[in-house]
């Protein structure tokens, strides 16, 4: 990473009419990062794409992308980005190959280079045996991974993708993973992506996380783990009340008592289970101990669960065909 800021925002704000879609939002990626933008339907992320991609004026802050402001210098900034959105863009009639000399066509790549380039980004995302089939004929993440390899085709300095795994199967989506960490280390790329949901965002290098139009935390995954520094321990035992009398006077520690069982956090579940065992009357018949994730760091940092929040589709399509 060579440490050079590619995306800078300094109280970037969007309303629309009274509704503030994005507040003060002062962000900073890094040239070469993986960054992800979390948060549920609603929060923001679209509104704020929209505006490093120029396709939304800002209300109020500023906003620098690859070096040039997207109020001051929009068609500097569009030379140097790249879009992949979750709505389709490419042509079912058409073979990859052909979509691909489209849209050289479209941001004036000269043919000789469009030609060499085009074969290496078909190669970078595997789809060199199929592109001469037509696009019709591929599979959803085939679709996706050309999506990319067009976004990449005038060697943009940034690529945003919106939702780029949606609606694909797991498979498929620690496929487009492959291939976009793949891109990050074969070509000088930012990689800034939206995404809600949580597993997806631990391949990011960094995150922000985005709730209701402000930046709720950020930071790699490790480190937004960290600020939550316990385990999830939850017992299944004969007699559930008991346990968690026993671990409360035992250990000093909170336990709650539901269907799943008496749930508790501890700093070290694995060293905790044992002791915890080796105090408890009752019959123990399961112990599950699970780090944090990053829905704890959400359910930390803004007082719900992510699922509890999101409420709709995306709108990035929408944003775009504004
Ligand atoms: N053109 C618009 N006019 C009015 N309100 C809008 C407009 N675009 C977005 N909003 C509102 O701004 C807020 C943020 O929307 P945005 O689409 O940026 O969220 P998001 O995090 O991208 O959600 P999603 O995952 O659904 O795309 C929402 O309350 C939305 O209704």
């Given at each position: 990473?060579?440490?050079?800021?590619?995306?800078?925002?300094?109280?970037?704000?969007?309303?629309?009419?009274?509704?503030?879609?994005?507040?003060?939002?002062?962000?900073?990626?890094?040239?070469?990062?993986?960054?992800?933008?979390?948060?549920?339907?609603?929060?923001?992320?679209?509104?704020?794409?929209?505006?490093?991609?120029?396709?939304?004026?800002?209300?109020?802050?500023?906003?620098?992308?690859?070096?040039?402001?997207?109020?001051?210098?929009?068609?500097?900034?569009?030379?140097?980005?790249?879009?992949?959105?979750?709505?389709?863009?490419?042509?079912?009639?058409?073979?990859?190959?052909?979509?691909m000399?489209?849209q050289?066509?479209?941001?004036?790549?000269?043919?000789?280079?469009?030609?060499?380039?085009?074969?290496?980004?078909?190669?970078?995302?595997?789809?060199?045996?199929?592109?001469?089939?037509?696009?019709?004929?591929?599979?959803?993440?085939?679709?996706?991974?050309?999506e990319?390899a067009k976004g990449?085709l005038?060697?943009?300095?940034?690529?945003?993708?919106?939702?780029?795994?949606?609606?694909?199967?797991?498979?498929?989506?620690?496929?487009?993973?492959?291939?976009?960490?793949?891109?990050?280390?074969?070509?000088?790329?930012?990689?800034?992506?939206?995404?809600?949901?949580?597993?997806?965002?631990?391949?990011?290098?960094?995150?922000?996380?985005?709730?209701?139009?402000?930046?709720?935390?950020?930071?790699?995954?490790?480190?937004?783990?960290?600020?939550?520094?316990?385990?999830?321990?939850?017992?299944?035992?004969?007699?559930?009340?008991?346990?968690?009398?026993?671990?409360?006077?035992?250990?000093?520690?909170?336990?709650?008592?539901?269907?799943?069982?008496?749930?508790?956090?501890?700093?070290?579940?694995?060293?905790?289970?044992?002791?915890?065992?080796?105090?408890?009357?009752?019959?123990?018949?399961?112990?599950?101990?699970?780090?944090?994730?990053?829905?704890?760091?959400?359910?930390?940092?803004?007082?719900?669960?992510?699922?509890?929040?999101?409420?709709?589709?995306?709108?990035?399509?929408?944003?775009?065909?504004?």
């Amino acid at each position: 990473m060579s440490g050079t800021t590619v995306v800078e925002t300094r109280g970037l704000s969007k309303l629309f009419g009274q509704r503030a879609a994005v507040t003060g939002l002062d962000l900073d990626v890094a040239a070469g990062e993986i960054f992800g933008f979390l948060g549920p339907n609603g929060a923001g992320k679209s509104t704020t794409i929209g505006m490093l991609a120029t396709l939304v004026r800002p209300t109020l802050g500023e906003a620098r992308v690859a070096g040039y402001d997207v109020t001051r210098d929009p068609h500097a900034v569009r030379r140097r980005i790249g879009l992949v959105f979750q709505e389709p863009s490419l042509d079912g009639e058409l073979t990859a190959q052909e979509n691909m000399r489209f849209q050289a066509e479209l941001f004036g790549v000269p043919r000789r280079e469009a030609r060499s380039a085009i074969a290496a980004l078909l190669g970078l995302v595997d789809l060199t045996d199929r592109k001469d089939s037509p696009v019709h004929t591929y599979s959803g993440g085939m679709k996706r991974r050309l999506e990319i390899a067009k976004g990449l085709l005038h060697t943009p300095r940034v690529l945003f993708l919106d939702e780029p795994t949606t609606g694909l199967d797991p498979q498929t989506r620690a496929a487009i993973w492959e291939h976009l960490h793949r891109l990050r280390e074969e070509q000088e790329i930012t990689i800034f992506l939206t995404t809600h949901h949580l597993e997806e965002a631990e391949n990011c290098d960094r995150i922000a996380i985005m709730d209701e139009g402000e930046l709720a935390t950020e930071g790699t995954p490790a480190e937004l783990k960290a600020v939550i520094g316990s385990d999830l321990v939850v017992l299944r035992t004969g007699d559930d009340a008991e346990a968690a009398r026993t671990v409360r006077e035992r250990f000093g520690t909170e336990a709650e008592t539901g269907t799943d069982g008496v749930r508790l956090r501890v700093a070290d579940g694995a060293a905790f289970v044992p002791r915890l065992c080796a105090e408890i009357s009752v019959p123990v018949h399961a112990v599950t101990v699970t780090p944090p994730t990053l829905d704890d760091v959400f359910l930390h940092s803004t007082g719900r669960t992510i699922r509890d929040a999101d409420d709709g589709p995306g709108a990035l399509a929408a944003l775009e065909r504004r």
